[in-house]
């Protein structure tokens, strides 16, 4: 085996020496981003003193919070691309300052390891394979590995706000008791999250964050519209245009939030119905394939059987 592997590097220097020089510029790139960041940084800090990195330094210290120190040069330039790839993040559950370049970085390695994991294997075990098969089906496993993180990222975003969805109506109607009780919505808010950890996690981290958001000075009415983008759902989003009319126009919040909240039940029993009801089309693949032909076997064995039978005599 070792004998092989050596001869496939040897016969194969092209595909071998590319797929280390794509490895070593990742790896230099992130190096130097990172080394550049910290050296501007600590160059600046000394040269200026105490005062002026208080006053003039806080763009580049927050431009190197913001590349999260590590690996900067992999995230998209582009402010938009990067808040839209933090959102999504965001809305599958990953919440660090890192987030963003660790998802980069593992499509990128993945990606890359896949690809030369692919060609090794297609040379260890198929050595006449030529080149023009092995680097196509590389390139294409490589691409597969820097697309299924972002499968596995989107999969866990729609499990989420799935569960945010089916968890909104219950954190409503406990919302109505205690707005009913004299709490305010922010007081509200804060007593009601922690009740919905056992059933509904991540909808109950999301509102604290909202409340530690308000507890930071942010208004009422931007950490609602935070939490809807947060929790993506039309619901949550509803809510928070609630809220602010509510506020804007006097009207009572507590009949507001009961509408709402019969609203939003109905809603799910409707989703639950409609899930109901596609069951049966549903069924009917797995039924086709598994207990049909099971079905045809035990009622038609006996007459082949007899078939066999009589055709013997």
Not at 238 to 249: C, D, H, K, N
Not at 250 to 271: A, P
Not at 304 to 313: F, N, S, T, W
Request: glycine share 8%.
């Amino acid at each position: 085996m070792e004998t092989s592997f050596v001869n496939f590097i040897q016969q194969n220097t092209m595909i071998f020496y590319g797929f280390v020089f794509m490895s070593a510029m990742l790896f230099a790139i992130a190096f130097g981003s990172l080394t550049a960041n910290w050296l501007e940084v600590r160059r600046r800090a000394v040269a200026g003193g105490s005062a002026r990195v208080g006053r003039e330094e806080q763009p580049y210290l927050l431009a190197y919070r913001q590349n999260t120190g590590i690996f900067g040069a992999i995230l998209p330039q582009d402010e938009a691309e990067k808040s839209e790839l933090r959102r999504f993040l965001n809305m599958a559950g990953y919440y660090g300052r890192s987030a963003p370049v660790i998802y980069q970085l593992v499509r990128i390695v993945l990606g890359i390891s896949l690809g030369m994991a692919t060609a090794f294997l297609a040379g260890l075990l198929f050595v006449n394979l030529p080149y023009f098969i092995i680097i196509p089906v590389s390139l294409l496993m490589a691409l597969l590995g820097y697309m299924l993180p972002r499968t596995i990222v989107s999969l866990r975003r729609d499990g989420l706000c799935e569960e945010h969805r089916q968890g909104f109506p219950d954190f409503l109607d406990l919302l109505v008791i205690c707005v009913e009780a004299g709490i305010g919505a922010e007081a509200a808010i804060e007593r009601v999250g922690p009740d919905l950890a056992r059933g509904y996690p991540s909808l109950a981290r999301n509102l604290g964050f909202m409340t530690m958001e308000i507890r930071a000075g942010k208004s009422t009415k931007d950490a609602l519209e935070t939490l809807g983008k947060r929790l993506g759902i039309d619901e949550a989003r509803s809510f928070a245009t609630l809220i602010r009319q509510s506020e804007e126009l006097g009207t009572s919040l507590v009949q507001s939030l009961r509408v709402y909240s019969d609203e939003m039940r109905l809603k799910r029993l409707t989703r639950a119905e409609e899930k109901a009801h596609a069951l049966p089309v549903k069924l009917v693949i797995p039924l086709g394939i598994f207990i049909f032909p099971v079905i045809m076997g035990v009622t038609m064995l006996p007459v082949a059987l007899r078939l066999i039978k009589l055709m013997a005599m």
